[in-house]
């Protein structure tokens, strides 16, 4: 989807989803500024009177975390190489629960099974 065609709250949800993959890569200001903003929907007033500083600045800091996050997507691709493995992982997962096993082929296709559960469980976390 088109980042001018997303709702506001989609574009926190995305938003969110990028700060967990390149957050480490903003400062520990950004870092909480943009958590507070994307994650725990605080409001430009609530997190500005908190930080002690302005609207106007946490206003500017949140569109440079925007910019920031979307430039590293952008250039990186982690998330969307994220997503695109786990629904690969999803789409093998439909496939072998159609595979018919015989006694020389369960052990290997339940070992598979297991494998793809436990990648898409430890995306979930």
């Known amino acids: 989807m ?3 065609k997303r709702t506001p709250m989609e574009k926190k949800v995305y938003l969110s ?8 890569m903003l400062t520990e200001n950004q870092q909480e ?3 507070l903003y994307f994650e725990e929907d605080y ?5 500005a009177q908190q930080f002690s500083v302005s609207r106007q600045s946490i206003h500017d ?4 975390v925007e910019k ?3 430039d590293f997507e952008e250039k990186l691709g982690l998330a ?9 992982l ?11 096993s015989d006694e020389a082929t369960k052990s290997h296709l339940i070992e598979a099974r297991s494998i793809i559960n436990t990648l898409l469980d430890q995306e979930e976390m």
């Open 2 to 4: 088109d980042q001018e």
């Open 17 to 24: 989803w990028y700060l967990a993959f390149y957050g480490q």
């Open 33 to 35: 500024i943009a958590r």
């Open 43 to 47: 409001s430009l007033a609530e997190i």
């Open 61 to 64: 800091t949140v569109n440079r």
């Open 68 to 70: 920031t996050l979307n």
């Open 80 to 88: 969307r190489r994220f997503r695109q493995q786990e629904e690969g």
């Open 90 to 100: 999803r789409k093998c997962s439909e496939v072998l629960e159609k595979v018919v």
